[in-house]
């Protein structure tokens, strides 16, 4: 029962809309850490939309950001170290 | 006529370099984007940054991103230069789509967009003006599919 409930919960929508639709983004820079970081789970993997509520166009350009920045040494391919 | 496109360089240097070492590697850099028949727009540095992971043992490096306007081949060439050379630990080389985007910038996104670009490229971005009307059809699509979804 506590499984299913955890489960359900880390699955559930935080957002409805998308957040860089609200804010009129249009290009997501690979540098801009600021906004990458809010994008990957503690183990640096990249959030799910279903979690983001990020729509697929934005997703996309996240996920490319976000593996410019690890090819950069910027992020870590895993565990939440990047300073 | 060469069409000229914009593009990002962005080069780790092994921090162990001194000052004058550094500058003349840049300009090194440099020299190979221009004689591939490029231009260089702009020159942007972090500086010394801990890496999020080690290359080549190295745990930090200097970071330079340079902006440039270069032909189709120009990439190519450049990136085979910055790969046989051993005090660059990392580079990447991609496309921009304006040809100036400043990193330290990430709540004034839509102040920068449009207004700065100057007109040469122009015919690139024919579908700059549709882009809201795009995103707002795509929230549109993607919420009728939550709420199918949901169902
Ligand atoms: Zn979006």
């Known amino acids: 029962m506590a499984y299913y409930k955890r489960r359900n919960q880390s699955f559930r929508k935080k957002n409805v809309v998308c957040q860089f639709c609200v804010n009129k983004v249009y290009n997501i820079d690979y540098k801009n850490l600021e906004v990458l970081v809010r994008q990957i789970g503690p183990d640096g993997k990249i959030n799910p939309r279903r979690r983001t509520g990020t729509c697929a166009r934005h997703q996309r350009m996240v996920a490319v950001a976000i593996k410019r920045a690890r090819h950069m040494a910027m992020l870590a391919f895993d565990r939440g170290t990047w300073l | 006529m060469i069409k000229l496109r914009n593009y990002e360089i962005a ?47 190295q745990r930090e490096g200097y970071y330079v991103f340079w902006y440039v306007k270069m032909s189709t081949a120009g990439p190519a060439e450049v990136e085979r230069q910055l790969s046989i050379h051993e005090d660059i630990l990392r580079y990447m080389i991609i496309r921009s789509e304006s040809p100036v985007s400043v990193s330290s910038s990430q709540e004034n996104d839509s102040d920068t967009d449009v207004s700065e670009s100057d007109s040469p490229e122009d015919s690139d971005s024919s579908d700059q003006p549709d882009i809201e009307k795009i995103v707002d059809e795509l929230m549109e699509k993607e919420e009728k599919e939550e709420m199918e979804g949901s169902k």
């Open chain 2, 11 to 57: 080069v780790i240097i092994k921090s162990e370099l001194n000052d004058e070492q550094r500058s003349s590697l840049k300009d090194v850099i440099q020299d190979w984007v221009v004689s591939s028949g490029g231009e260089v727009v702009l020159l942007d540095e972090i500086g010394k940054r801990k890496l999020a992971y080690p290359i080549e043992k």
